[in-house]
């Protein structure tokens, strides 16, 4: 009896922290951001070590594992220049690409001095076929001496490879005019 009072209680407490671990912290001061026509709720966010604050939106349909769309905010730390930041990203994705994770990316000539753009489709691939495909864009913009990333993904699941490559080529250029035309709110 002893033990199942104490069993009781070890997954009580538990089941408690795990939902506290969900909770989430509005760091930047609004809960929701509207792409595309659609509304993205905050669903993620954490403080990082290095000074970073990073939270993740998803349409009220998705969920964060297996989610169509995503919008990434995130605010660099103290000293580092939107340059650095874009040059830090084209490193990893070099090194995906060579893992075959990153099939392509690019640094786009930005419409907007204060930004740079980067864009690139990732995907995972299990059995020998791509599972999960992803096109990327991403604007980095500096606000006073830190920097803005937006990021926003588009994921296929089950897709074949050309499928997915026709409709980013077709898609591309109105997604990023839409994209770059996003107001990004101020974050401090």
Known sequence: ???????????????????????????FGFQTVSVFGDTYQLRWSAKMRNGRVMEEF??????????????????????????DEVENQMAELAV??????????????SENSDELWVEYTQGNVQGGKPFVLEWNFCRYKTVGNR????????????????????????HREKWIKELVSFQIPDMK
């Open 1 to 27: 009896m002893v033990n199942m009072k104490r069993f009781i209680i070890c997954w009580f407490c538990l089941v408690v922290m795990s939902l506290q671990s969900f909770a989430q912290k509005d760091f």
């Open 58 to 83: 998803i349409r009220p349909k998705d969920n964060m594992s297996n989610f169509e769309k995503k919008v990434v905010l995130e605010l660099s730390n103290v000293g580092k220049t939107k340059e």
């Open 96 to 109: 995906m690409k060579e893992q075959s994770i990153v099939f392509n990316y690019n640094q786009l000539e």
């Open 147 to 170: 920097v803005v990333l937006f990021r926003f993904r588009q994921r296929y699941y089950d897709t074949k490879e050309q499928t997915f490559t026709k409709t980013v080529d077709k």
